[in-house]
């Protein structure tokens, strides 16, 4: 293989391992903002999925258990902002930042008592997995079909959350609610109700794709890896024009 084609093999193989967190937490973030609530926070909520990913992977040696963990880390956070937003009325950029440094504050002093000299050691991670037949088509096949497990639900992701938003009841509801919340109420949808689960959602998944981030090559966490992977996912999201 020539030089310069080998090294565009790697970039592309390079680019699609480290857009998998970036689609996972857009795919949460796309229902958080079609219901009205911009969650500036995904960020801190992704960074905190990375660090107890790697923590729980640390300890416990089971990848689906720590990447469950993170997500139920990051949803935690997000109902915090859920609640200072929805229920209190409280600016939401102020909230989301102040979750951001809530979380850097919070994973860095954790890292030291929690993983301390051990924060660098490589830790169970998603394993490599090749589709038996796809994974065997000439230059497509080792790009696309030879990649984390992780990787493959970012590709199947982006058509259930598209097919959710735009094809279900709960979809409409989401979209209702943020598009004209006074005559979802007056139609009987709990507005309250469905911001608060597109939140929660949203939180989950930017768990999910700090696991993705940590446990997908690094497999090891380093303070603020996220590295505002969270602001770009609300460029991203802006840039889609909120569509899956």
Request: charged share 10%; aromatic share 12%.
């Amino acid at each position: 293989m020539p030089v310069d084609a080998e090294f565009l093999f790697d970039w592309i193989e390079a680019s699609i391992r480290l857009a998998t967190p970036l689609v996972l937490v857009a795919m949460g973030g796309v229902f958080a903002e079609r219901s009205g609530v911009f969650n500036i926070g995904m960020e801190g909520m992704m960074l905190t999925g990375a660090f107890v990913a790697v923590t729980g992977s640390y300890y416990t040696d089971n990848v689906l258990l720590a990447a469950v963990t993170a997500m139920l880390a990051g949803g935690v956070l997000s109902l915090v902002h859920a609640y200072v937003t929805i229920t209190r009325r409280a600016n939401q950029i102020i909230s989301g930042a102040a979750i951001n440094l809530f979380a850097l504050g919070l994973t860095n002093f954790l890292y030291r008592a929690l993983l301390g000299s051990a924060g660098r050691k490589r830790v169970e991670g998603f394993p490599q997995w090749k589709i038996p037949g796809l994974g065997d088509i000439p230059v497509v096949g080792p790009l696309l079909f030879d990649q984390s497990v992780i990787a493959y639900v970012a590709y199947v992701a982006p058509l259930v959350f598209a097919w959710a938003l735009f094809r279900t009841t709960w979809g409409l509801n989401v979209r209702a609610v943020g598009e004209y919340p006074l005559a979802a109420d007056t139609a009987g949808v709990s507005v309250p109700r469905v911001r608060y689960l597109s939140v929660f959602l949203s939180g989950m998944m930017a768990g999910l794709g700090g696991a993705a981030l940590a446990l997908g090559a690094v497999r090891y966490f380093t303070p603020g890896m996220t590295a505002g992977r969270g602001f770009i996912v609300l460029g991203a999201i802006i840039f889609g024009k909120w569509n899956p």
